[in-house]
């Protein structure tokens, strides 16, 4: 079946003077498909590491372009594809999580496979689940020379990402011989952060460590634990409730093809095994009664949680937890809740 015509926007061209020897790609007659092997417009994997002694970066400007040009591709707005060109950024994420040696790494949208690279170049072994099938192929075709790399043609928030992960696992012979956990390293869509983060951070028997580059106000938000704030939502109770959430960097607009209209930030979150959750007769009733807390803005609790126990007995409820009876959930903080919930939902 023929490609699809591009829209009459084109990427932008690139300079001859900046690229002179740079070759020309043609836009593909038939939909790739990720075990296709075909030539590729990027540096092989093994000369990836292209970022200092005067070598050139393999995923600059230029090169992301000639890589989506080789596919007949253009950023989609719909997939919130904004692809990373600067490696050192690239490099202090993969740091961020102390990516090693011999480590299992997820990688949710790996676009042109900038992170990729330096994901393997570590010594990681990577899964890389990509919803776009022609970035699908690209990366597959990227990195055919190596046998570390296994590529996902899924949308991430849809598929069984902790049965792949499970069977990547087993697949790998340790030099130990001892399983260890994998770790999470992406640079995530915008527009689906928080879907990303709900399906992530309670996987900590597969995962020990989730590091994200967000959007910087997001990032700014999910890693405020404190009490008292306006800003304050459910999914600040989420994240805390699984891990331990650090704000690493922040990374500016400019790094992105296409430029976004915000500035980005790095969070790493350490997850929690099931054994360290907060103590709570159900996770199901306590995140329940948190996103009841939270539906009536700036109520009083004891008017948004009515439908769980009395006006009176949730005063008194508040009262040992040592809280006013007037309190508001933006004014509690994760033990509060925790102690609120065990008092007065009733299995």
Do not use: W
């Not at 390293?185 to 590091?211: A, C, H, R, W, Y």
């Not at 700014?220 to 690493?248: A, C, H, M, Q």
């Amino acid at each position: 079946m023929a490609a699809p015509p591009l829209p009459n926007l084109f990427l932008p061209p690139i300079s001859p003077t900046s690229s002179p020897q740079s070759p020309k790609f043609c836009f593909p007659a038939t939909t790739p498909t990720v075990s296709a092997r075909r030539a590729t417009p990027f540096v092989s994997c093994s000369a990836a590491t292209v970022r200092k002694g005067g070598r050139v970066n393999p995923d600059d400007y230029h090169s992301t372009l000639r890589a989506l040009n080789s596919k007949g591709r253009m950023p989609r707005k719909s997939l919130g594809q904004h692809y990373m060109l600067n490696s050192s950024i690239n490099e202090q994420l993969a740091a961020a999580a102390n990516v090693k040696e011999g480590d299992v790494v997820l990688e949710i949208g790996p676009g042109t496979g900038s992170l990729t690279s330096v994901l393997i170049d570590l010594g990681a072994t990577v899964l890389a689940v990509e919803k776009d099938s022609y970035m699908a192929a690209l990366v597959d075709e990227r990195f055919a020379g190596t046998n570390r790399l296994k590529v996902l043609n899924e949308d991430f928030t849809k598929c069984h990402v902790s049965s792949h992960m499970s069977s990547l696992l087993k697949s790998i012979e340790l030099s130990d011989s001892k399983s260890q956990p994998a770790k999470v390293v992406s640079n995530i869509p915008f527009n689906i952060s928080t879907d990303i983060i709900k399906q992530l951070l309670p996987m900590g028997d597969i995962f020990s460590e989730v590091v994200l580059l967000l959007q910087e106000e997001t990032a700014l938000r999910l890693v405020d634990s404190s009490s008292g704030t306006s800003e304050k939502r459910p999914i600040n109770v989420f994240v805390n409730f699984y891990s331990d959430p650090e704000f690493k960097f922040k990374v500016p607009r400019t790094n992105f093809f296409p430029q976004p209209n915000v500035d980005a930030a790095v969070v790493s979150f350490k997850l929690k095994q099931a054994a360290d959750y907060p103590a709570v007769s159900s996770i199901k009733s306590f995140f329940s009664m948190v996103n009841s807390a939270f539906n009536g803005k700036r109520k009083m609790l004891r008017k948004s949680l009515q439908h769980i126990s009395t006006a009176l007995e949730i005063e008194r409820a508040l009262e040992d937890c040592s809280l006013p009876a007037t309190s508001r959930p933006e004014e509690l903080s994760l033990d509060d809740f925790v102690r609120l919930h065990n008092l007065i939902v009733k299995q």
